[in-house]
Each structure stands twice: as structure tokens, then as C-alpha cells.
């Protein structure tokens, strides 16, 4: 009777193992925006807005009563040991795009999987939104309330809610990845 001897990992097959991570995780960041010019990011934007009106209704009367909007209309995670997350969209105030930005994730620990999903970021207050435009790279924190819940339902606008400087939507999820969170995501501004 044989026994199997554990796996040790030196440190040529870890770092192997650690670039193959990398490899998988830049390979998923390709997202299928095309072109990062403006119009282009801007037509995803709108097709983005569109359906998340249509599919969260109560989602309208926040961004009628937010101060801005951040909206990524496509976000790839994917993961093997290392993960990450890109994707780029634009900052809306009163309909306008104002500026354009990149958002970055980067995790580690166990982890396989791919999923893609879109996000907006309601600015419900001036501040919140000019923190957020003057930061050279803002994190979203745990402290993010989120109006449309994981399971895909949609959560009501109640006046606690509401009072909360920035509230984040998420949805249109596909793939092997369950429990989408913005915490530790990264947004920069970009020149598309």
C-alpha cells in the first residue's frame, strides 16, 4: 500500500502557479467594451441606464434624486488562486457624461471562477460626489448600501436608505461567481 506523499510547492512552482493566476485574470479583463473612446462608452451607458430602469424601476427616482451617477456597464471578475476585476464607464450629472473612468479589483486566497456584471453608484449627496471626483483613486468601502440585492430582487428606497451618501446597484450578473461586492473595487479616472 502506497501512500501519496503531500504536494510542496517550491518556489519556482509557486511562483509559476502565481503568473498563471495573473495570466487567467488579465485574459478575463479583456470585457468586450471594444474601443475605450467616449461615444462608445457613452452608447453602453445609456443601454446600461435603460435596463436597469426597466428591470429596477425604483432606480429611476434615485437617479432623478442623486447628485451623480457612476455607471460601469460591464465589469469582468474572474479568478484562479489570484482574481481581478476591470471595466470601464462614465460619470453622469443631470445626464451628462462629466468624466470617465476605470474600475480595478485585485483579490487573492481561493478562488476560481469567472462572472460579468454592470453596476451604477449613486452619489445621493454633493459631497459624496465631490470626494469621490477629487480622489487620484477611489475605493468603495463595506459601507456601500446597495438598492438592487444579490439575488436579483429589488430592494425597496426607504427614507434610512435614501440618506445614505452612496447607494450601488448591481446586476446583470453571468457566470460561475456568486456574491458580487464592490468592496475593495478601485475607480480612476481615464482619458478614453
Known sequence: MSSTPP???SRRGFTFAALAGVGVTAAACNNAIGSPGAATIDARVDATLNEMFRLYPNTASLAEQSAGMLVMPLVTEAGL???????????????TSV??????KASAGLQIGAAQYAHVLFFMTQD????????PGWAAGADLEYVVADTSESIGTDTDRLRKPILAAIFGRAGLRIGATLEGTKYTRIIP
Open 99 to 104: 468624466d470617465y473612468y476605470a474600475v480595478t
Open 128 to 135: 459624496a460626489l465631490y470626494n469621490f471626483r477629487r480622489s
Open 7 to 9: 504536494i510542496r510547492l
Open 81 to 95: 488562486w489570484l482574481g481581478g476585476a476591470f471595466g470601464r464607464g462614465a460619470l453622469r450629472v443631470k445626464g
